[in-house]
């Protein structure tokens, strides 16, 4: 059965990086197949897709946040990975991992099928 | 850049009552590209439906997802207690982009 699993700090300091790690088990991680990808959820409010990377390292961002991130991928670990740089208070929230699959029907199309149960990171 | 907007914010009903959630996007957007998730209080949020009407493994089939163009739905049938939760709907778009609605609350009347 798939799992996913996030670490990392759970308090990060204004302007510094936010780094985490999402552990993938059950399944190799480059299955060419999915993406694996990061939402947050700040407190009290609604899902934010960060990013999404492929097995081959392929990334796609959301435009709001490109300019401050970087996901990569370590299939030899079977893990991929987040770094949030220049952070504020805005970022604190729950970070999640999740694997996108896919389906087709004139083209393909994605959503995210199987989630980490998420690890809260505060910047303050 | 498409844009979900969701009603009503919070739907208050009874168990067994019938749930009908509201996805509007903000121009047409493939049927196919229209997912659906539960999150209940400090869990992730969980696949309920792709593809705007396939159930997802071992949802059950109280839940249904339909609609086109820029109206899309989300309906449980006879409403069970573990069913009241949070509700969105998410967008797949072009260059691998994902939007998430704001989120409907059905919680107990």
């Known amino acids: 059965q798939l799992q996913l699993q996030e670490s990392g700090p759970g308090l990060v300091k204004p302007s510094e990086t936010l780094s985490l790690t999402c552990t993938v088990s059950g399944d190799s991680i480059s299955s060419s197949s999915y993406y694996w990808g990061w939402i947050r959820q700040p407190p009290g409010k609604g899902l934010e897709w960060i990013g999404s990377i492929s097995y081959s390292g392929s990334t796609y961002y959301n435009p709001s946040l490109k300019a401050r991130v970087t996901i990569f991928v370590d299939t030899s670990k079977n893990q991929f990975s987040l770094k949030l740089r220049s952070v504020t208070a805005a970022d604190t929230a729950v970070y999640y991992c999740a694997r996108s699959d896919s389906s087709w029907h004139l083209d393909y199309y994605y959503y995210m099928d199987v989630w980490g149960k998420g690890t809260t990171v505060t910047v303050s | 850049e498409i844009v979900l907007t969701q009603s009503p914010g919070t739907l208050s009903l009874s168990p067994g009552e019938r749930a009908t959630l509201s996805c509007r996007a903000s121009q047409n957007i493939r049927s196919n590209f229209l997912a659906w998730y539960q999150q209940k209080p400090g869990q992730a949020p969980r696949l309920l439906i792709y593809g705007a009407s396939i159930r997802a493994t071992g949802i059950p089939d109280r839940f249904s997802g339909s609609g086109s163009g820029t109206d899309f739905s989300l309906t449980i049938n006879r409403l069970e207690p573990e069913d009241f939760a949070l509700y969105y709907c998410?967008?797949?778009?072009?260059?691998?982009?994902?939007?998430f609605g704001p989120g409907t609350k059905v919680d107990i009347k």
């Open positions: 998410q967008h797949y778009g072009t260059s691998h982009l994902f939007t």
